[in-house]
T-cell receptor, first 113, second 115 residues
Framework: ETGVTQTPRHLVMGMTNKKSLKCEQHLGHNAMYWYKQSAKKPLELMFVYSLEERVENNSVPSRFSPECPNSSHLFLHLHTLQPEDSALYLC????????????FGQGTRLTVV | AQSVTQPDIHITVSEGASLELRCNYSYGATPYLFWYVQSPGQGLQLLLKYFSGDTLVQGIKGFEAEFKRSQSSFNLRKPSVHWSDAAEYFCAVGALPGGGNKLTFGTGTQLKVEL
């Protein structure tokens, strides 16, 4: 059981497709994150949103476009991806600006063909 | 910049044996330290965290970790491992970039438990 829900769990897309990943948190948190988990590499922080404003963008290519319409929802829009973008994409949330623990969703396993 | 090193990529222990997973961090200020566990196909679950105070912290599932500032370490321990503990374990250090909690993760340690 998790307070952070990600859909879809699995996604296969072609390099010319456009798709979106969705994350929803039911914890009343006001900060949300996208992480990328590739094989044999540390989790990479992609984006941070606090109070629906983007506060960090870790040099992520523009083919990844985040959207945070409210404090409970976070999207990652994908277009013209490359095979090396295949990874597990994890969403997380925290209560906010304090040094609080992050709660993670189960991730979306993305395969780019 | 903060960084985390988990020197052991794979560890195999027998069920019932003790376990220690190593974590070293680099961070300029007082770190906020975490251990997460990830089962196959799942997201990350928090095992325990250290913010301040007692340097020996207790977590879920019988895990504990000790913060040693002099060694820049935050090793995870469990006195008796169960087969269900087989998973990947991540150490992380947190920073506060003016909003939210930015976590830097290690590369993880894959734990295998032999019955």
């Amino acid at each position: 059981e998790t307070g952070v829900t990600q859909t879809p769990r699995h996604l296969v897309m072609g390099m010319t497709n456009k798709k979106s990943l969705k994350c929803e948190q039911h914890l009343g948190h006001n900060a949300m994150y996208w992480y990328k988990q590739s094989a044999k590499k540390p989790l990479e922080l992609m984006f941070v949103y606090s109070l629906e404003e983007r506060v960090e963008n870790n040099s992520v290519p523009s083919r990844f476009s985040p959207e945070c319409p409210n404090s409970s929802h976070l999207f990652l829009h994908l277009h013209t991806l490359q095979p090396e973008d295949s990874a597990l994409y994890l969403c997380a949330s925290t209560r906010g600006t304090g040094a609080t623990e992050a709660f993670f969703g189960q991730g979306t396993r993305l395969t780019v063909v | 910049a903060q960084s985390v090193t988990q020197p052991d990529i794979h560890i195999t222990v027998s069920e019932g044996a003790s376990l220690e997973l190593r974590c070293n961090y680099s961070y300029g200020a007082t770190p906020y330290l975490f251990w997460y566990v990830q089962s196959p196909g799942q997201g990350l679950q928090l095992l325990l965290k250290y913010f301040s105070g007692d340097t020996l912290v207790q977590g879920i599932k019988g895990f504990e970790a000790e913060f040693k500032r002099s060694q820049s370490s935050f090793n995870l321990r469990k006195p008796s491992v169960h087969w269900s503990d087989a998973a990947e374990y991540f150490c992380a250090v947190g920073a506060l970039p003016g909003g939210g909690n930015k976590l830097t993760f290690g590369t993880g340690t894959q734990l295998k438990v032999e019955l």
